[in-house]
């Protein structure tokens, strides 16, 4: 099991930056992706953004493309989500979490380890 920390999040004006970090300990042999999801309240769970755990293929929500980053340090085993441009429309909890399946990593279902996630407001 891969255990997942969120760290990063905080308040900020639109227009801003905010920089996620996700750092994983615990068994993450056979881990073939990671990935960013967000919630907000009242909202179901979506996407942001994806990455194979060798950096070969990276996925994007079409409402963070341009704007968001996702990155891999394999050495450190830290995923990291560099947000730009921030809009108040990304006010969300945003969720770490890791897959060890094949599927393409866009679905909820394809991750079965998550963090706690860590809060992210983004005022007008």
């Known amino acids: 099991q891969v255990q997942l920390v969120e760290s990063g999040g905080g308040l900020v004006q639109a227009g801003g930056s905010l920089r996620l970090s996700c750092t994983t300990s615990g068994r993450t042999s056979g881990t073939f992706a990671m990935g960013w999801f967000r919630q907000a309240p009242g909202k179901e769970r979506e996407f942001v953004a994806a990455?194979?755990?060798?950096?070969?293929?990276?996925w994007y929500a079409d409402s963070v493309k341009g704007r968001f980053t996702i990155s891999l340090d394999n050495a450190r085993n830290t995923l990291y989500l560099q947000m730009n441009s921030l809009k108040p429309e990304d006010t969300a909890v945003y969720y770490c979490?890791?897959?060890?399946?094949?599927?393409?990593?866009?679905?909820?279902?394809?991750?079965?380890?998550w963090g706690q996630g860590t809060q992210v407001t983004v005022s007008s």
């Open positions: 979490a890791a897959s060890r399946t094949i599927m393409v990593p866009t679905i909820s279902s394809a991750f079965g380890s």
């Open positions: 990455i194979r755990w060798s950096a070969s293929s990276l």
